[in-house]
Every structure is written in structure tokens, then in C-alpha cells.
């Protein structure tokens, strides 16, 4: 079975500092990767998504990441943050399906990142 | 539109008791998820509902859980003879398409949490 690894459980920075968070999955074959992010008080959404083709992704609010086959990786990375995007961070992975599986996702168990003004 | 909805937003319950939490997922869509996080813990699958399918159990932790779906649309999650450790947030998810792919975005409920005493 997969696995997700997220190895920041807490980060604080300021605004305006570089983001990155790391993820790492354990599954040797075809994976679709995820990041989602709750903000306080508001549901899980989609950041953005890797299934293939170009291994740097961009996502909503400025959020993109780097899927590196080679290292079982695919980092959330931010050049600037911002106040707002204080929240949780989860990232998740999909390597059930294989002609009929179900799209339920592994998920890590999130990176509470602050941001302090 | 409206998105996935979930009740009750709370239940505390004795140890003991059977306890039934409600999903409404997004009209039209026809795969729908149900999660658990627990504290410390990342989201972790537990069943998954696509269309007319037997569902996908594979996630469930005991036989005390127990999931349908009624007429495709609106689902129920039971779980008997609570313990403590049952303690989380239930979380479901529904996604639009007719056929699973391990792509699909999901569109996350606000959950229920429910605490066991």
C-alpha cells in the first residue's frame, strides 16, 4: 500500500519569505499527486494537481509544484507568502487505480504552516 | 452552487451508542468518499460509492462501520457501538465523473466531528 510522508508538521515564517513543503510517496508505480489546503474554518480544496506531462505544476494563489520521479517527491513551493496563507496543507496520492480501482486518495498528515504579519 | 454538505457538524456520543452521520454531496456527481481524520493523523480513506457499483470497503477500519447510499445520492455512515477511539473528523467527498481514473478532483464536506466520551 501507498504512503504519504509530509515532514514539516509545523512551519512558521513571515510574509514575504519563500515556501516550501516537502512530500514523499512510496509507490513505485504510476501515481496522481494532489496538494489540498484548508484554511481556518473553510473545507478542503483542490491547490493544485500532477497526473503528467510537465513535472512542474502551477496551481490557484500562486502555488506550484515539482514532481521528481527519482525521489519519490513532489514539493509545494511559494516564492512569497502571505498573510492569508496561513492553513493546513495536505498532500496526496492516488495509485489505486488500474483499470477499475476507486479514486480514493492517501493523504499525509498536513503541514500547519503560519504566517506571521 | 451549493457544495457538499454534512450533518450534524457535531455529535458527541457515549461509548457504546451507534451513531449515523450524513452526506449530501454535490447534485449530479456520482462518486462519493467518506475520510476519517483523527487527531494527529492524516485523512485516512474509508469508503468510496461510484454510481450503481458495489462500493469500495476497503478502507473501513472494523465491521462496526458500515456506509450506503441511497438512490446514488445522499449517504450515511454508521457507525455501532462507538469506542473512544473512534474520536475524529468524518469527512466526505464527491467528485462528477462517470468513471474512476485516480484524477479526479474532489470536493470536500465541512465534516462532522465527533467525539466519543
Known amino acids: 500500500a501507498q504512503s504519504v510522508s509530509q515532514h514539516n508538521h509545523h512551519v512558521i515564517l513571515s510574509e514575504a519569505a519563500s515556501l516550501e513543503l516537502g512530500c514523499n510517496y512510496s509507490?513505485?508505480?504510476?501515481?496522481?499527486l494532489f496538494w489540498y489546503v484548508q484554511y481556518p474554518g473553510q473545507h478542503l480544496q483542490l491547490l493544485l494537481k500532477?497526473?503528467?506531462?510537465?513535472?512542474l505544476v502551477k496551481g490557484i494563489k500562486g502555488f506550484e509544484a515539482e514532481f521528481i520521479k527519482s525521489k519519490f517527491s513532489f514539493n509545494l513551493r511559494k516564492p512569497s507568502v502571505q498573510w492569508s496563507d496561513t492553513a493546513e496543507y495536505f498532500c496526496?496520492?492516488?495509485?489505486?487505480?488500474?483499470?477499475?480501482?476507486?479514486?480514493?486518495?492517501?493523504f499525509g498528515k498536513g503541514t500547519h504552516l503560519i504566517i506571521q504579519p | 452552487g451549493a457544495g457538499v454538505s454534512q450533518s450534524p457538524s457535531n455529535k458527541v456520543t457515549e461509548k457504546g451508542k451507534d451513531v449515523e452521520l450524513r452526506c449530501d454531496p454535490i447534485?449530479?456527481?456520482?462518486?462519493l468518499y467518506w475520510y476519517r481524520q483523527s487527531l494527529g493523523q492524516g485523512l485516512e480513506f474509508l469508503i468510496y460509492?461510484?454510481?450503481?457499483?458495489?462500493?469500495?470497503k476497503s478502507g473501513l477500519p472494523s465491521d462496526r462501520f458500515s456506509a450506503e447510499r441511497t438512490g446514488g445520492s445522499v449517504s450515511t455512515l454508521t457507525i455501532q457501538r462507538t469506542q473512544q477511539e473512534d474520536s475524529a473528523v468524518y469527512l466526505c467527498?464527491?467528485?462528477?465523473?462517470?468513471?474512476?481514473?485516480?484524477?479526479?478532483?474532489?470536493?470536500f464536506g465541512p465534516g462532522t466531528r465527533l467525539t466519543v466520551l
Open positions: 467527498a464527491s467528485t462528477k465523473t462517470l468513471q474512476a481514473s485516480g484524477r479526479n478532483e474532489q470536493f
Open positions: 509507490y513505485g508505480g504510476t501515481v496522481n
Open positions: 500532477y497526473f503528467s506531462g510537465d513535472p
Open positions: 496526496a496520492v492516488n495509485a489505486r487505480y488500474s483499470g477499475g480501482g476507486a479514486d480514493g486518495l492517501t
Open positions: 447534485s449530479g456527481h456520482t462518486a
Open positions: 460509492f461510484q454510481g450503481n457499483s458495489a462500493p469500495d
